[in-house]
């Protein structure tokens, strides 16, 4: 069983690096964006290519910074101009984007699937509670922490996080206060889509490539979002590990019923919390 | 002298009447519509699929087409989803594409079915493995040309009794074909007095496999059969891997070998062994031919067993064509029953009872060949063995 425990801090340290992402972008741009997906995906890529060439570490450096450039651009030349437009403009739009993604990357790196290995220093098996378990799921446990972690404080005790935190309650009130919510919103957009970069590399040893690879996770992710709350990071974090532990134990115990669990844990938490599992900003 | 419209019309008649060629109309195009799994899990089955079925449609026309026709193929994407294959085949049939052929799925498959006859249309399968294409939900407009459920057990049986593991676990998708081989590999193995120790189906397109390995773990299996394809075979085989179940259980199974698949794993897929239901290095007549005309178009490369399936299909649609003189799906229909074709594997009789075609199949390893993991045969079973008779469970309605 702790094995089984361990896995499910596995996916719902991947879920949750996903889903933070998408938090913020949601957070500080009211942006539900569809598009998160093929960035997780084309961050898997771009870790892929730079892996074969100068191994994974710099994969997972040129995987977040290529993907954080990519998400600066998407806020200058997408979110901004159609921030005040009907936010199903802007929905619809990053779902074209997807689409897009989807076929550079089959266009770029074809459509045969594609792996990558872990790191050699990750690579391998330890010994618990009797049997084995990857190092490497130990290390994608220790990267979600360091993200929660690293993004906790960063929120918490700067003095941009206070800002983000703000303008994700309260844009037009943070914006008459001095704060630069343009300049705000690109940088934490950039990180959001870096971390999908982040997310897309850490995956790539655990999944074949693909260019569809975005869509199964991202409906897992917008179930984490939904579940703790639209713009919540601790909602978030908290939605992540349940939805982990969830599907887990599901495919253990009730494994005709496992995919359902999560979604039927939404509805419940939505009739019972129709905002989340902890408000906004939290 | 003035030109008027009864000297035009004259002129017209005259050179119409001088050459032939002009008043009669071309012969009707072979028009086969591909409803494919292009993207999604299941998205490099469908790649496969289109590049043998390009290859076989430009060989046939650069030849003079087939019996003065020529061959014209349209694509639709269905994502290996069995409702949008309906609607992407029913869009191809209504605009004239009525000679279907190869969707992945099973489901796919079954969900066309039914339509066929409304839709004025054929289906002819090359991927799906359930065995009620040909079974109970066969049809008078529907084909197979590839190895059902039934015929891989029919090699997994004498394989089965050669081994030395005495309990099994079964991972399997949650798709129509993944539960018929799951159920029959299970069958096979009890009636064999084997255990299976755990049987488990895993969602079309999952993403983490570590809960399923961890209760074969704990399951205490020796063996384990998988039956799983496309993206998902790649990402348990490399997850598996990681959690060394593979060096641990002797690990076996059905489209979990297959070309591209392997290819992509590489190292990962060493050891493995399974049904092979097609292999480049095979040496009729009819496929060395075919590879050496698959390498002079795509050079450095051989093709795949899902590649040759779809190319089967166009060889049996062609001769079809040929026999009946005609494109119309009826007609195409009853050409095909109870013919003989020459394939890759060689003669194949299509079957009349259940529209079976009936090929050897073949049961092998992941070697290495020139430095590059491969499937490699080492066991035939000829196509009367392989294909047991039909049960009656096919009654063709339609």
Request: glycine share 12%.
């Amino acid at each position: 069983m702790l094995i089984q425990i361990l896995n499910g801090l596995v996916y719902g340290g991947l879920l949750y690096v996903l889903a933070v992402g998408l938090v913020l972008i949601f957070g500080l741009r009211r942006v539900v964006n569809f598009a998160h997906g093929s960035l997780f995906m084309i961050g898997a890529y771009v870790g892929y290519t730079v892996t074969a060439v100068a191994g994974f570490w710099a994969g997972l450096i040129a995987s977040v910074c290529v993907l954080t450039a990519i998400g600066a651009a998407l806020d200058r030349f997408v979110f901004r101009p159609l921030q005040d437009e009907d936010p199903i403009v802007t929905m619809l739009v990053t779902f074209g984007l997807l689409l897009v993604l989807e076929d550079a990357a089959r266009t770029i790196w074809g459509k045969e699937f594609l792996t990558v290995q872990p790191p050699a220093i990750l690579s391998g098996v330890v010994h618990l509670a009797g049997t084995s378990f990857p190092v490497y799921r130990l290390a994608v446990i220790g990267a979600a922490i360091l993200v929660a972690g690293g993004l906790s404080l960063w929120l918490r005790f700067s003095r941009v996080g206070l800002y983000v935190r703000a303008s994700s309650v309260d844009p037009l009130t943070t914006g008459m206060q001095g704060v630069d919510t343009d300049r705000l919103s690109a940088m934490v957009v950039a990180i959001g889509a870096g971390l999908a970069g982040l997310s897309g590399t850490i995956s790539a040893p655990l999944v074949a490539l693909s260019p569809s690879m975005g869509g199964s996770i991202l409906i897992d992710s917008f179930v984490v979002v939904v579940t703790g709350g639209l713009g919540s990071f601790t909602g978030a974090f908290i939605a992540a590990m349940v939805i982990g532990q969830l599907h887990n134990l599901g495919v253990v115990f009730v494994p005709a019923a496992a995919s359902m669990i999560p979604l039927v844990l939404m509805v419940l938490v939505l009739i019972w919390r129709p905002g989340g599992l902890v408000k906004a900003g939290a | 002298m003035k030109l008027n419209r009864r000297h035009l019309l004259a002129g017209a008649t005259l050179i119409t009447a001088a050459r032939p060629g002009l008043s009669r109309a071309a012969k009707e195009p072979i028009r086969i519509g591909v409803p494919t799994a292009l993207t999604g899990p299941y998205g490099d089955l469908g790649n496969q699929v289109k590049r043998a079925t390009d290859f076989a449609a430009e060989a046939a026309n650069a030849a003079g087409g087939i019996d003065g026709r020529q061959v014209e193929v349209r694509y639709l994407d269905t994502e290996g989803r069995a409702d949008l294959a309906r609607e992407q085949g029913e869009k191809l049939a209504l605009s004239g594409y009525n000679l279907l052929m190869s969707t992945i799925a099973s489901g796919e498959g079954l969900a066309i079915g039914p339509q066929l006859l409304r839709w004025n249309a054929i289906y002819i399968s090359t991927i799906n493995k359930a065995d009620d294409i040909t079974g109970k939900a066969c049809n008078r407009r529907m084909f197979r040309v590839n190895h059902p459920d039934s015929s891989d057990v029919a090699v997994v049986q004498p394989w089965l009794k050669q081994q030395k593991q005495r309990t099994w676990a079964i991972q399997a998708g949650d798709t129509a074909w993944g539960h018929n081989s799951g159920m029959s590999f299970s069958r096979a193995a009890q009636e064999d007095g084997r255990s299976v120790e755990a049987e488990q189906y895993s969602p079309f397109g999952t993403n983490d496999y570590a809960p399923y390995i961890q209760k074969i773990v704990d399951s205490g299996a020796e063996g384990l059969w998988v039956a799983l394809a496309g993206r998902d075979a790649i990402t348990f085989a490399q997850q598996a891997r990681q959690f060394g179940l593979l060096d641990k259980v002797f690990t076996a199974g059905v489209s979990f070998i297959a070309d591209n698949q392997v290819k992509t794993l590489g190292d990962a897929a060493k050891g493995i062994v399974g049904i092979i239901n097609y292999s480049s290095t095979l040496d009729t007549p009819g496929n060395q031919a075919f590879v050496a005309a698959w390498q002079k178009k795509y050079p450095g490369t051989t093709p795949t067993n899902f590649e040759a399936e779809a190319y089967v299909g166009t060889e049996v649609l062609f001769q079809a064509v040929k026999k009946a003189g005609s494109v119309q799906p009826a007609d195409v229909g009853r050409a095909m029953e109870g013919t003989t074709f020459a394939t890759i594997f060689g003669g194949a009789l299509l079957r009349k009872e259940d529209h079976q075609l009936m090929t050897p199949n073949y049961f092998g390893y992941v070697g290495i060949v020139d430095g590059v993991a491969k499937p490699i045969i080492n066991m035939t079973v000829a196509a009367d063995v392989a294909f047991p008779p039909p049960n009656g469970s096919c009654k063709l309605a339609g």
